[in-house]
């Protein structure tokens, strides 16, 4: 699952499911149409909206090259980015390896391009999770109220007492240190965004008369929460989850700089510009460069999406 | 001039914080407990007898029940008790307050700079919507978000230390050549200050700058967005059309009326800039080889000594909680409001 096609799939989702009046969220009392397209012109909004504003037109570029390089992988790496050859080490730059070899003379370039398809994954994976298990906790917290409320507010409460990293760290130190439970780390401590956002935008939806209709026409509980109101809350949870990748990947790949998670000889970002650092005071930059610019230009790249998609989705909170 | 009133609030935020710090004191016993590993094996040593791991056990109180268990941990707590690290042997309680110091000291330089450089550039670009100081602004705020710190003080040293070489080695908070001062406060820009030696202040000082400035660039970012947005907002405002209706000077409108209605939302942002930065301290303590606590954590982390992770995440998360409960009093001093409605 793509933040692109979530993106679709929620404006598709959006068009779908409000054949009932929809009351307009709180926060924007009197929003206009545009904020929730139908599905006849999102196409032109959307094609508006990307040549309006060229830098998220450059951030989806990016993000569908990134996704291409992660798909591709090995494949387009020029050379093996396992094997080491210590004659070829600490290599600068130059035409036969472009971003240079590292202290076990493997080429860089060849790292940084199969680390991709890694970051990547354990980013999305993380992010998933924390979207499905927070949107859903935090949707039946605000639906059913009472108990469900309390548990679910007392759980984000005491993830949210803790620095979000450090508890990260503590979750990896606790489950055992490999890469799935790098991606669990990661989902647990973003959790509390999605069930708040969940639960805040619930609160208001319901309230509204489509509730009402929809149970006056028989639908069950369940069914009015996740046919109904559920659908309506996808848009704000796109701009959300697109904003969150980037955050989750700085924490995915901190977390294997610090030496958790990800086990040399394996090529991710973090665990590169780690090895880099130590030949960093003595001038060999381009260990720790290269792969720490891929990892900020990722970065970059899905918070550009992030609030590109948030203009989208919601023109009002543009700032 | 604090008032009974004031006092009030203060005891009752500090009495609404109780619970976050339990639920802290609880998650942390249960993440040791399931931490990987027989900590009575640990404690034994590797040659010791099944007999001996047994014992060991017993006086540990791990053939307990949890809920007892609970309780002595919490007994422990109470008596100030961390246990020992199995590494160096040493009290962990004794080692996190020696090192505490350190970390507080970068993580508050750290934000003190990034709200020296964020909060004007928040409110220039605001101001001036559209101009130079709005579009850098804008760049700094999505740049710095992205960017990863650990990387951005690698860049600081190679940049500053390698190619410059104004900035020293980054090798902690005083080259190994100059004798720290008599320690009072445990930060070592005041204990130089106090012990009258100017030039002590300026090794540190050279120290301490480039992971400041490493952690400043990463909390810049959300600050000068949040103060740019509820500037915006303020400034939009009736009252500030009538206090310029009222012929108030520039300066008077856009600090005493605008600024301090606009610090509130930044303030509430406060407490998640925070969290930030207790994350991003590992990472640059680790980058500068900052004797802090979470050089000490790592340390402890990757040779499998529990106590010290433990007695860190603790500490950590009564830092964080006590920061919002500070955060959560001044956010009353600044709002007069906020004390009327409790």
Not at chain 2, 36 to 51: I, K, N, Q
Request: with cysteine; glycine share 8%; aromatic share 10%.
């Amino acid at each position: 699952m793509t933040p692109a096609t979530d993106m679709v799939d929620a404006a598709a989702a959006t068009a779908r499911a409000p054949s009932l009046p929809l009351v307009p969220s709180q926060r924007s009392p009197d929003a206009p149409a545009a904020a929730v397209p139908t599905s006849g012109n999102f196409g032109r909004h959307l094609r508006h909206v990307l040549a309006e504003n060229p830098v998220t037109l450059g951030a989806l570029l990016v993000f569908i090259g990134l996704v291409a390089i992660g798909i591709l992988g090995a494949s387009i790496a020029p050379f093996d980015p396992l094997a080491s050859n210590t004659q070829d080490a600490l290599q600068a730059p130059s035409r036969h390896h472009w971003f240079g070899t590292d202290q076990l003379g493997r080429d860089i370039l060849s790292r940084v391009l199969v680390a991709v398809r890694l970051d990547l994954a354990m980013a999305l994976g993380a992010v998933a999770l924390s979207f499905l298990v927070g949107s859903v906790a935090g949707s039946c917290a605000a639906f059913f109220q009472g108990w469900t409320e309390r548990i679910v507010g007392r759980v984000v409460d005491t993830i949210m007492a803790f620095p979000l990293f450090v508890l990260a760290m503590a979750i990896v130190a606790a489950l055992g240190n490999n890469v799935s439970n790098i991606v669990y780390a990661t989902a647990i401590i973003n959790v509390p965004f999605y069930a708040r956002l969940a639960r805040s935008e619930i609160t208001v939806l319901r309230e509204s008369g489509m509730v009402e209709a929809a149970r006056l026409s028989g639908n069950s509980r369940w069914s009015i929460l996740f046919r109904h109101l559920y659908p309506n809350i996808l848009p704000a949870m796109v701009v959300q989850i697109s904003l969150n990748m980037g955050w989750a990947m700085l924490n995915a790949a901190g977390l294997s700089f610090i030496g958790l998670g990800v086990r040399p000889p394996t090529a991710e970002w973090g665990i590169m510009v780690s090895d880099g650092a130590n030949f960093i005071v003595s001038g060999e930059w381009w260990i720790a460069l290269f792969p720490g610019f891929a990892l900020m230009s990722a970065v970059l790249c899905f918070n550009l999406l992030g609030d590109g998609l948030r203009d989208i989705v919601d023109p009002r909170r543009r700032t | 001039m604090i008032e009974g009133r004031t006092l009030r609030l203060i005891a009752g935020r500090f009495a609404a914080s109780l619970p976050s710090l339990l639920g802290v004191v609880v998650i942390t016993f249960f993440l040791m407990r399931a931490l990987p590993g027989d900590p009575a094996a640990f404690f034994a040593g590797p040659a010791a007898t099944p007999e001996a791991v047994e014992q060991v056990r017993h006086q540990l109180g791990l053939d307990r029940s949890l809920p007892t268990q609970l309780t002595i941990y919490l007994r422990d707590l109470a008596r100030g008790d961390l246990g020992k690290s199995i590494t160096t042997g040493q009290p962990v309680r004794a080692e996190l307050w020696n090192r505490l110091p350190a970390s507080l000291e970068l993580t508050l330089s750290g934000l003190f700079l990034a709200a020296l450089i964020g909060l004007p550039l928040g409110v220039l670009a605001a101001t001036r919507p559209g101009s130079v100081f709005d579009h850098a602004s804008r760049l700094l705020s999505t740049a710095g978000v992205s960017l990863p710190t650990f990387f951005t003080g690698l860049v600081l040293i190679y940049v500053f230390y390698f190619k410059l070489g104004w900035a020293p080695a980054p090798m902690g908070r005083l080259d190994s050549f100059t004798d720290p001062p008599r320690a009072v406060t445990g930060f070592l820009l005041i204990d130089s200050l106090l012990a009258g030696s100017p030039a002590l202040f300026w090794a540190a000082l050279k120290q301490l700058a480039l992971p400041a400035t490493t952690l400043a660039l990463f909390a810049m970012a959300p600050l000068a967005r949040m103060t740019r947005a509820a500037m915006l907002a303020v400034l939009s405002s009736d009252y500030i059309r009538a206090a310029r209706a009222a012929g108030l000077g520039r300066f008077q409108v856009l600090v005493v009326y605008g600024f301090r209605n606009a610090l509130l939302p930044v303030l509430t942002t406060l407490g998640m800039v925070f969290s930030f930065l207790l994350g991003a301290n590992v990472l640059v303590e680790k980058v500068f080889a900052w004797p802090g606590l979470g050089s000490f954590a790592l340390e402890a982390l990757l040779s499998s000594d529990y106590a010290p992770v433990q007695g860190f995440v603790l500490v950590m998360g009564t830092v964080y909680v006590l920061l919002n409960l500070f955060i959560d009093v001044l956010y009353g001093l600044v709002d007069p409001r906020a004390k009327v409605a409790r």
